[in-house]
């Protein structure tokens, strides 16, 4: 005996169902997988972030490194300059520290016979004579004089000259004389001429007798 089966429920209601549940079933799995990209995504993010923060922290760390040690070499570089400058100072003192006995010396040389000096006056590098000469001939070859170019003056100037009764003597009669005044340039040496100089002044130049 043959049993026939009919299925007396709505078909199309079961199937609609069932498409529903998938339906549901693929949104739910879509959440999921959405929730757990964005996890993931957070989670590399997160590690990203923290190795930057980590390079940022190293980076300052090593410009505060550099900053105190630009700071040790401006304050290296300062000791240098000042160390530079007090040996200069020496250096400057130890070229000066002859320079009266050259200054006195071709005076000695360069005065001629009939020059008299009465006062002489260093203002730094510029020296002002004074004096009186038997004659302005003789004033003009003391002029002469130090204008030769291996002394230590150089640049000779005639400031004033005038001419004045000198008082007699005994046994000699009033004489008119000439009374003068110049500057010249003191000559300033490198530390190595001025020792070379102490050693071997400027040759002796012979005195004109006018």
């Avoid at 997988?33 to 300052?60: C, H, P, W």
């Avoid at 400058?85 to 005065?111: S, W």
Wanted: glycine letters at 6%; zero cysteines.
């Amino acid at each position: 005996m043959n049993i026939v089966l009919i299925n007396l429920l709505p078909h199309r209601d079961a199937k609609r169902k069932k498409r529903r549940e998938a339906f549901y079933a693929g949104v739910f799995a879509s959440i999921v997988l959405g929730g757990l990209v964005l996890a993931l995504g957070y989670t590399v993010l997160s590690e990203m972030i923290t190795q930057q923060q980590s390079r940022n922290d190293f980076l300052k760390a090593e410009n505060a490194k550099l900053d105190s040690q630009i700071k040790d070499i401006a304050s290296l570089k300062a000791e240098i300059e000042a160390l530079r400058a007090r040996q200069d100072a020496v250096e400057g003192l130890q070229a000066d520290r002859n320079l009266p006995v050259h200054l006195f010396d071709d005076l000695t040389k360069d005065t001629p016979t009939g020059v008299q000096l009465s006062q002489i006056r260093q203002d730094g590098a510029t020296v002002l004579i004074q004096g009186v000469a038997l004659s302005q001939e003789r004033v003009a070859d003391f002029l002469r004089n130090l204008s030769r170019p291996d002394g230590w003056l150089e640049k000779p100037e005639l400031i004033e000259i005038r001419s004045q009764i000198a008082p007699a003597a005994a046994g000699n009669a009033a004489r008119v004389v000439a009374q003068f005044q110049l500057r010249a340039t003191l000559k300033r040496p490198t530390p190595a001429g001025a020792a070379s100089g102490a050693t071997s002044g400027p040759a002796p130049m012979a005195k004109n007798p006018s």
